[in-house]
């Protein structure tokens, strides 16, 4: 069963930025595309952003347009969440995992225990 690994979250002010990591582990991403998720306290999970497998086309909720960009590594067998100018709205726990599609992203598989972000001051 393919797992998907997030890492990254933290406690940040508003303002601040972070970047979630999302690990394949011993399952390649490279044939994958990957989406990034959010469930916030008393709240459905929605889908956040969403990268195909090349990397070349990508999705953004309205909400993180211009603050958050996803991008692929080949390398470390991982994509990222680069998280700029956070609001307490960001608050949640992120998840990421494979997805049938970006627009909008389509979760399949299961989830991983996410990363808690959380944004205050």
């Known amino acids: 069963q393919v797992q998907l690994e997030e890492s990254g979250g933290g406690l940040v002010q508003p303002g601040g930025s972070l970047r979630l990591s999302c690990a394949g582990g011993g399952f390649s991403l490279d044939y994958s595309a990957i989406g990034w998720f959010r469930q916030a306290p008393g709240k459905e999970r929605e889908g956040v952003s969403c990268t195909d497998s090349s990397g070349s086309s990508t999705y953004y909720a309205d909400s993180v347009k211009g603050r958050f960009t996803i991008s692929r590594d080949a390398r470390e067998n991982a994509v990222h969440l680069q998280m700029n100018s956070l609001k307490p709205d960001d608050t949640a726990v992120y998840y990421c995992?494979?997805?049938?599609?970006?627009?909008?992203?389509?979760?399949?598989?299961?989830w991983g225990q996410g990363t808690q972000v959380t944004v205050s001051s």
């Open positions: 995992s494979r997805v049938f599609g970006c627009y909008p992203p389509r979760p399949f598989g299961s």
